[in-house]
């Protein structure tokens, strides 16, 4: 429907996490004509990043319609974005991308 609400169940998810590797296929623009396709946009993602507290958002799963500069001005209006709410770091996932992440002590909930 193209709301900015996180959902609880979401936020349980993904609250508080280093990383969140989250779908971002969208503009709002084309979200209206195809919200049905299953995926979300990159507004959205950066909300979900905000509302969970998590330090690094990364956005994947970019449309094929898009050029690299399109995802370029995406990836620039995420992080515009994402400053104003608190999330340290948005970076666009690419080919050959690797994350190295600190080794931690694993605990269950």
Not at 15 to 32: C, R
Not at 93 to 107: I, M
Request: hydrophobic letters at 40%.
């Amino acid at each position: 429907d193209g709301s900015m609400d996180v959902s609880p169940d979401v936020l349980e998810l993904c609250e508080g996490a280093d990383v969140l590797i989250h779908d971002a296929q969208y503009t709002n623009e084309e979200f209206a004509r195809k919200s049905h396709w299953g995926h979300s946009t990159v507004d959205y993602a950066v909300e979900v990043a905000a509302a969970a507290q998590v330090r690094s958002l990364v956005l994947f799963h970019h449309d094929p319609e898009h050029d690299d500069a399109t995802v370029d001005g995406l990836l620039a209006s995420a992080r515009e974005r994402a400053s104003r709410l608190g999330v340290a770091e948005v970076i666009a996932a690419e080919e050959g991308l690797t994350l190295s992440l600190p080794e931690r002590h694993l605990t269950r909930r």
